[in-house]
């Protein structure tokens, strides 16, 4: 089953390192459905986290990739607006400028699990580690939220 | 000189004034070069009986292209979808909310009635055989692309005209949402609408 948009907090945010935090989207976004189990990456439900990146160091960094225990994969997606089609890719990673950030969000950047693992329900909170290029690894706590 | 100008200047004024002043309501959406009625279609909803759109007159529809494996823009839009309802109240009654499938190979009738539980209990969701729907796609100028993800787990994702069609009460398809449009945008050109109806 197709997964609601979900934000992320942080638990430790670093000085001068990554700091992961809600988004700037509306404070309903984010949507609470019950996925269906189903292991199999290939056919599973998906389900896409959104989340605000800020990179408090000098040196620009790069997203790398995720992971999770509620989705047999965590990927990096961009979606891109052309002439009214939306079309959906997967990307190597996502730059965050030096003292800049980067703001997942639909339509845009965002993590896409694939085969998830077990239900997701409005209120329900899980941990996505986020792996980056230069900087330490950071645990991101994630709130399913109504749409 | 100076006096010519000025009476130019008023003359141009007063053009902008009166053309101002025409036209009726002025619509947040994308108001259609040429407001014809909508190309008909019969679909098949989630309970198996056909749905016609021009059944549908009296109400306004909006219609969107999606799919339940789509991971951001399709709950974005239905979200949206279930905030113009709620911010409709009593008026949604006359409002239908259409999701067509752009991927009927997954979505399955069973899959589209849960996926769509999730937003509204009256949103009403549409499959057909792959020559029905590509039907309805090209009615509407819709674009509809499965696609083999290089690097991705993901079975396959679907490129989709992410666009919000919006069917006035007398039929004829009048305004196009794009992706992203505020809730509430959408709720003023459907009040003005149902109320002039």
Redesign the interface.
């Known amino acids: 089953m197709a997964m609601p948009a979900m934000g992320g907090e942080t638990e430790a945010g670093m000085e001068g390192g990554m700091e992961a935090g809600p988004g700037t989207m509306p404070a309903e976004s984010g949507a609470g459905m019950t996925g269906e189990i189903d292991t199999d990456p290939a056919t599973g439900a998906t389900g896409a986290v959104f989340m605000k990146l800020v990179n408090h160091g000098g040196e620009a960094d790069r997203l790398v990739g995720a992971e999770s225990a509620v989705a047999t994969t965590v990927e990096l997606h961009q979606s891109t607006l052309t002439d009214g089609v939306m079309k959906m890719s997967p990307v190597p990673d996502i730059p965050i400028p030096a003292n800049g950030e980067v703001v997942l969000k639909p339509g845009d950047y965002h993590l896409m699990l694939l085969g998830l693992t077990r239900d997701l329900n409005v209120g329900d909170e899980f941990d996505v580690t986020l792996r980056f290029e230069k900087s330490q690894p950071l645990l991101l706590q994630v709130a399913v939220r109504e749409q | 000189m100076r006096r010519v100008w000025l009476v130019g200047l008023i003359v141009v004024l007063l053009t902008l004034v009166v053309t101002a002043g025409c036209g009726g309501p002025t619509f947040k959406g994308k108001l259609r070069r040429s407001v014809e009625t909508a190309p008909d279609f019969t679909l098949t909803d989630v309970h198996g009986n056909p749905f016609h759109l021009a059944d549908q007159k009296g109400n306004v529809v909006l219609l969107y292209f999606g ?10 839009t ?2 949206d979808f ?2 113009v309802h709620t911010q409709l109240g009593d008026l949604a009654d006359r409002v239908r909310f259409v999701l067509i499938t752009a991927d009927p190979d ?1 979505d399955t009738p069973e ?1 589209l009635a ?2 769509l539980t ?2 509204g209990d009256d949103f009403i969701g549409l499959v057909g055989s792959a020559e029905e729907l590509q039907s309805v796609y090209d009615k509407y100028g819709v ?1 509809v692309e499965k ?1 083999q ?7 396959y ?1 679907v ?5 919000v069609f919006l069917i006035d009460p007398d039929g004829n398809w009048r305004l196009v949402y ?3 449009t505020a809730p509430e945008d959408m709720v003023q050109d459907i009040t003005a609408l149902l109320e002039k109806s």
């Open positions: 799919y339940t494996y789509c991971p951001d823009v399709c709950p974005t239905l979200g279930k905030r997954r899959r849960k996926y999730f937003f674009f696609q993800a290089e690097g991705s787990a993901a079975q994702l490129s989709h005209t992410a666009n794009e992706f992203g």
